[in-house]
């Protein structure tokens, strides 16, 4: 049974930091690549950032572009997403995805809320 399991999140203040653990268990961890969305309230799911299954290539939203680094650990099988400069508008919750398009596979986790505010 495939389960992403997210953590890490909570309140912080404007211009705060946190970092959004995923942990994999249940598949090959490595051979797939993992993104983060978010969907702040009354809003629809959004990408965040993807980093492939070796970490070598990574996207981010426009929106996060500077603030927010997605890494992997394939040791540990987690994905981490380190969020600085935090601002109201990145409250959401957080949400992990994990995907082999080869096979069509596609798993995502319950997600974990970040909430930014003063």
């Known amino acids: 049974q495939v389960q992403l399991v997210e953590s890490g999140g909570g309140l912080v203040q404007p211009g705060g930091s946190l970092r959004l653990s995923c942990l994999a268990s249940g598949l090959t961890f490595s051979f797939y690549a993992i993104s983060w969305y978010r969907q702040g309230p009354g809003k629809e799911r959004e990408f965040v950032a993807t980093?492939?299954?070796?970490?070598?290539?990574?996207t981010h939203a426009d929106s996060v572009q500077g603030r927010f680094t997605i890494s992997r650990d394939n040791a540990k099988n987690t994905v981490y997403l380190q969020m600085s400069s935090l601002k109201p508008e990145d409250t959401a919750v957080y949400y992990c995805?994990?995907?082999?398009?080869?096979?069509?596979?596609?798993?995502w986790g319950k997600g974990t809320l970040v909430t930014v505010s003063s």
């Open positions: 980093i492939d299954s070796t970490g070598d290539i990574t």
């Open positions: 995805n994990a995907r082999r398009s080869s096979v069509g596979s596609n798993y």
